[in-house]
Every structure is written in structure tokens, then in C-alpha cells.
């Protein structure tokens, strides 16, 4: 939770805005997005098993209504409403979110990734976190979507 909570922090999200976890899990972003950040929770996950986790997770903290799980794959899901976008995927499939994450997201989103950069793009800050009792160090890269020029 530490990890998730440094990852948020360095996104600077803010009330109100829209957080998309790409590969939800358990929900555990969304939750904690929406009660430290008061934040809007989206979330995409392949597995049916992890979607009712995480919705039975949400029911728990009494946050329906304030976070939705997607089940279907994040490549098809329109992320264009999203403030930040929050992911703890392997170096492949970074790279292939990264087109999508170009065209869709608006300037200033902002692209947390957990532990595997995203090639090809330059961070505006990378984070080494502590891991959670674990003792094994975490890296968090920070991404800006760029202004487009006029």
C-alpha cells in the first residue's frame, strides 16, 4: 500500500479527477485514490475473478458509485476521460499500451508506471520506493502527456 500511495502522490492527483488503473487487480489503486484523493476510480481488468474482487472490495469500503471495473481488455477500453493513468504491467505490454496512451490521452495527463518504464519515453520523475516490509526497492516513473503544439 505504501508503493500505491507513493505512485499517487507523484501523479499529483487531484479532487475530482479521473484515475484509470490499467490492470486493476484487486482494486486496491482505485480505493485508495478515491479515500486519500477523493479522485474518480476507473478501472480495466482481463480477469472476471479480479473484477469481483475488486468490486467486492469497493462494496467494502462503501465506495459504490465513486469507482467502476471494466472487464475487458485495457487496448479497448476508451482511457480519454482519464487524468492519470496508473499500471503495474511488464516492460511488452507498456509498449503496447503506448500508442494508445499517445493517442488517447489529453495534455497533461499524467502516466504512473510501477516497477517498468515505458520505452521509448522520456520520465519527468522517477521514484525509488521503499517496498512494503518486503525490503525490495520499487521503482514509480512519472509521465506527462506533452502539450500539443499549435
Same mark, same amino acid.
Given at each position: 500500500? #505504501?508503493?500505491? =500511495? *507513493?505512485m &499517487? =502522490?507523484l501523479a /499529483?492527483?487531484?479532487?475530482g479527477?479521473t ?10 489503486v ?6 486519500k484523493?477523493q ?5 480495466v481488468e482481463?480477469?472476471? *475473478?479480479?473484477?469481483?474482487?475488486? =468490486?467486492d ?6 465506495l459504490?458509485?465513486k469507482?467502476? @471495473?471494466?472487464? +475487458?481488455?485495457m &487496448?479497448e ?6 487524468d492519470?493513468?496508473t ?15 499517445e ?6 495527463? *499524467?502516466? @504512473?508506471s510501477?516497477?517498468? =518504464?515505458?520505452?521509448?519515453w /522520456?520520465?519527468?520523475? @522517477?521514484d *525509488? #520506493?521503499? +517496498? ?15 502539450q500539443?503544439? /499549435?
Amino acid at each position: 500500500m #505504501a508503493v500505491v =500511495e *507513493r505512485m &499517487l =502522490e507523484l501523479a /499529483k492527483v487531484k479532487p475530482g479527477e479521473t484515475v484509470f488503473d490499467l490492470g486493476s487487480g484487486d482494486g486496491r489503486v482505485l480505493i485508495a485514490a478515491v479515500n486519500k484523493f477523493q479522485a474518480k476510480g476507473m478501472g480495466v481488468e482481463l480477469s472476471q *475473478r479480479l473484477v469481483k474482487l475488486s =468490486e467486492d472490495n469497493i462494496q467494502k469500503e462503501g465506495l459504490e458509485g465513486k469507482i467502476q @471495473v471494466i472487464h +475487458g481488455n485495457m &487496448l479497448e477500453v476508451d482511457i480519454s476521460k482519464a487524468d492519470v493513468v496508473t499500471m503495474y504491467l511488464v516492460r511488452d505490454a507498456n509498449d503496447m499500451l503506448r500508442p494508445k496512451l499517445e493517442r488517447s490521452l489529453k495534455p497533461g495527463a *499524467r502516466v @504512473v508506471s510501477h516497477d517498468f =518504464e515505458v520505452r521509448g519515453w /522520456k520520465p519527468a520523475y @522517477v521514484d *525509488r #520506493a521503499a +517496498g512494503g516490509g518486503k525490503g525490495r526497492p520499487h521503482a514509480i516513473y512519472v509521465y506527462e502527456m506533452p502539450q500539443q503544439s /499549435k
